[in-house]
């Protein structure tokens, strides 16, 4: 029996004639495609080629149902031809074999790295070789016009490693794709192929495969690689993306295996994986039982129900296209986008039911990494791989952070996404190199992974690294053993950084904004310098250590690096936040097989909807006793009675001011939006603790409370030209026209000497000044309802006279029934004496 953990060791197993191709006895078979049986074998295919593989098999079930659903024709070359092409040339294995004995020693490669993808990158194919590329040209040729492709046909070109996309090892974003190679140029094809292949010794790949030696992983020796071919390669026709997205089939920050979510971006993929453009987040779950759900026309059984789409921070400026004129990959400006969400509902559950079926059947029930994208109405599914941080990490064990000390409101320096939920400290280390050179930002990080070994060595610090972006170049550096942190401008949580820091374990934002206009204010603490020539490395402390201005060994210039003073990545209140100074926190672990299992039903109250992924994994929870609805609403920012106003002002042809017109994503209607919202984040909650009851309480903010949010102080604009405007500042011109305007100040929120005592709960509910907000609130709980959370149950707080119950549970109750569904039973907060003396009079309607 094969032992799949090591099958990368195994040479291909000898096999029939079939419908692969290429030169020579069957069992050295030098192409296959994926329709061939065979190509789902990893040590034919490579882990990502039997990915693709599978996918075409596991799909058959969604096609058969009638859903648009494909995956693009590919072939793949196997490690034969890979093994033919490399011993062509004798030098490349003794250089391996260099290498192979550098590492041992520990010895830096870059150098011989380099040498060995420049041998690689100027082989000559042998003639079979040739022959059989080119029958491997002409059927993806054909292919690629039985489906409807124009010419020149275009393919991307992907590797495919035998010991990548491993459960425990994914190699992701490591080796090389190339896009749009156009087939009617063989060279450019043949060229295609050589990147692959060279990127086997790309630094990052090699470190990470010696990092993954080092912690006992079993993986074949560089001569085994070189010798017996243990690489693919996967010529596959190209879709044109309208758009692209990556998917993971659980919550990639606390691991939740019934929420899951995807992230979407205009173009091609490059941009969205490199993190360099906003991206959508696609929110889905899977439920205990199947029910019918309208898809491309028809109903078809699923489990899964998507929650919503979380529209990118801003809008998407700009996006990858192919460009036939130049016949080249092209980034060209978005002016607005068709859908401020990049998918609709329906794509974005066609997207989630795919994900959670290549869960199901490729992945055996484990969790998936997938890529997709959407063309023509269909949706293409590029690859699928393990997702490789939560299926090894151990489930037995519940750590938490805690910061111990609360930053002054002037620390903060800048706010971003949240990777994970952890704390860190560390000097701030600015790294903002820009768009470099692949080979000079190689060069680079060569460089400071030494200055970073000397400063823990000498210095006994770790620094956070803070840069626009990351990307696999900068691999070599992101470790545990030398950063305490990563802090990228860019990215979102599916991109590089987010990625390597969840494999790392290391505390991370991305996405994140303020933070470069901030960076002037911390003082430079440390010095670090490498020689570009030369061994030379030395590290220092400002106005301690004098810094050298050329290396003392040889004379060249050196490359230097300022560390400064410390900060605190704060990960843990559901955004990342950085702080200046480090502030003390601790690390509480709680092994699970000795936490007591009480008798009594235990219920949790949860506030925010990424608060609930992590606490619905808790061992033991019965149920959600208390959600606070304001704690969504206070995600959302904006008053709801403010979009409302908004909303009327826009359809009454009115206009909105710029700051305004920035708070809601282009061509939305805004009460639409606070209701789609708060929807997302209802549905959040329920889906994570489904089918557990999720006692949620409607709104119940007091009015100094409601008075923080965006538009509860706002002005009403009057302009001759352009009617009446909506402004969250005074204006003493039109911000449209300019022309003289009359302006009225707005404040939506009476100030009450005891908020505690004045306006709020039901009493605000039934008041006709937010009536109609609080019936957006009933909204968005029948839209969960809808989608088959029915465990949501309303609490109504702060119920003062049984007639005020009567009326609000009696509009509650209207309102599901118009909708064709079934009343969800109501609960009275008990906080007024009145329900506490004569709770007879409330009973008939909760």
């Known amino acids: 029996m094969l032992r799949t953990t090591i099958y990368y060791y195994l040479p291909p197993p000898e096999l029939s004639a079939g419908r692969g191709g290429g030169q020579g006895r069957s069992e050295e078979r030098l192409y296959l495609t994926i329709w061939d049986e065979r190509a789902v074998d990893p040590r034919w295919s490579g882990g990502k080629g039997a990915g693709v593989a599978k996918i075409l098999r596991a799909i058959s079930e969604l096609k058969a149902m009638g859903l648009p659903v494909s995956v693009p024709f590919a072939i793949i070359l196997t490690p034969h031809f890979t093994k033919r092409l490399l011993n062509s040339e004798p030098r490349i294995l003794e250089k391996v074999k260099k290498l192979e004995e550098a590492l041992g020693k520990g010895e830096e490669v870059g150098e011989l790295l380099e040498e060995i993808r420049d041998l690689i990158m100027g082989l000559t194919f042998p003639p079979e070789l040739e022959k059989a590329l080119d029958e491997a040209i002409e059927l993806l040729r054909k292919e690629g016009l039985r489906a409807g492709k124009e010419e020149p046909i275009r393919i991307a070109v992907r590797s495919s490693g035998l010991a990548e996309d491993l459960p425990s090892a994914s190699f992701a974003g490591q080796y090389e794709t190339i896009l749009n190679v156009k087939l009617n140029d063989k060279e450019e094809v043949k060229k295609a192929v050589l990147k692959c292949l060279a990127s086997v010794y790309g630094d990052r790949v090699t470190d990470y495969r010696q990092k993954l030696r080092n912690k006992g992983m079993k993986l074949p020796s560089e001569t085994e690689i070189a010798s017996k071919g243990l690489f693919s390669i996967i010529l596959q026709l190209m879709v044109d993306s309208e758009w692209s997205g990556v998917g993971f089939s659980l919550d990639t920050e606390t691991g939740n295996p019934r929420v899951f979510k995807s992230t979407a971006w205009l173009g091609l993929g490059e941009l969205g994986v490199q993190g360099k453009v906003p991206t959508a987040e696609i929110f889905a779950a899977k439920l205990p039982s199947k029910r019918k759900v309208k898809l491309s026309g028809r109903e078809v059984p699923s489990s899964v129900i998507c929650l919503g789409i979380n529209p990118p921070s801003k809008p998407q400026q700009e996006k990858m296209i192919w460009d036939p004129v130049s016949g080249q990959n092209k980034i060209v400006k978005i002016d607005e986008p068709v859908n401020p969400r990049i998918a609709d509902e329906t794509q974005a559950l066609l997207v989630s039911m795919a994900i959670e079926h290549l869960e199901r059947t490729i992945g055996k029930g484990k969790p998936v990494d997938v890529e997709f994208a959407w063309e023509k109405g269909r949706l293409y599914l590029l690859q699928v791989r393990p997702e490789t941080v939560h299926a090894t990490k151990s489930k037995a064990v519940i750590e938490t952070y805690i910061l111990e000390e609360e930053p002054p409101e002037d620390a903060l320096l800048g706010v971003g996404l949240n990777v994970g939920f952890k704390i860190s400290t560390g000097p701030l280390m600015p790294l903002l190199f820009g768009d470099l050179p692949t080979e000079e930002l190689t060069a680079r990080i060569r460089l400071m992974k030494r200055i970073l070994t000397k400063v823990i060595e000498e210095l006994d610090v770790k620094p956070m690294l803070y840069t626009e972006i990351t990307s696999p170049p900068w691999e070599p550096i992101m470790r545990r053993e030398l950063l305490s942190g990563i802090i ?95 502030f003390k926190f601790r ?90 919202r708060l929807t997302l984040g209802m549905g959040l909650i329920a889906a994570s603790f489904y089918p557990r009851e999720v006692i949620l309480r409607f709104s119940d903010f007091k009015t100094n409370e409601y008075a923080t949010l965006i538009g509860a102080v706002h002005y009403e604009l009057r302009c001759p030209k352009c009617g009446k405007g909506l402004a969250l500042k ?110 007879y009079l409330f009973n008939p309607y909760c």
């Not at 934002?509 to 030379?536: H, I, M, N, P």
Request: hydrophobic residues 40%; charged residues 25%; aromatic residues 8%.
């Open 488 to 582: 990228t401008e860019l990215g979102n949580r599916t991109s590089h950084p987010a990625i390597i820091s969840r494999e790392e374990g290391l505390a991370c934002s991305v996405g994140t904004k303020g933070l470069s206009e901030r960076l002037s204010e911390l003082k430079d603490l440390y010095w670090g310098v490498a020689c570009t020539s030369c061994d030379f490395c030395a590290v220092g402390r400002i106005n301690n250590d004098p810094m050298p201005e050329a290396c003392p060994s040889c004379g060249s210039q050196l490359f230097t690096v300022k560390l400064k003073e410390p900060v605190t990545l704060d990960c843990t209140k559901g955004e990342a936040r950085i702080y200046r100074g480090a």
């Open 587 to 676: 690390v509480e672990r709680k092994v699970l097989h000795e936490l007591p299992r009480p008798r009594t039903k235990v219920a949790v109250n949860c506030g925010s909807p990424m608060e609930a992924l992590h606490v619905s994994l808790i061992p033991g929870v019965s149920k959600v006793g208390l959600a606070r609805e304001e704690f969504i609403a206070a995600w959302i920012q904006v008053h709801p009675v403010f979009c409302i106003k908004a909303s009327k002002v826009k359809a009454r042809r009115g206009f909105w001011a710029p700051e305004v017109e920035e708070l809601f994503p282009p061509g939305v209607d805004p009460r639409e939006e606070w209701t789609y």
């Open 730 to 839: 005074a204006y003493e011109k039109c911000p449209k026209c300019g022309s003289p305007v009359r302006i009225r100040k707005v404040e939506l929120e009476p100030k009450e000497a005891n908020p505690m005592m004045g306006w709020r709960g039901v009493s605000r509910y039934l008041d006709p000044r937010f009536r109609e907000a609080f019936m957006m609130e009933v909204e968005a709980m029948i839209r969960c309802h809808k989608k088959g959370l029915t465990n949501l149950v309303p609490m109504f707080p702060f119920v003062r006279h049984p007639e005020e119950a009567k009326a609000v549970t009696n509009l509650v109750k209207r309102a599901f029934e118009r909708e064709g569904l079934k009343p969800p039973k109501m609960i009275f907060m008990a906080e007024v004496p009145s329900i506490g003396f004569v709770p």
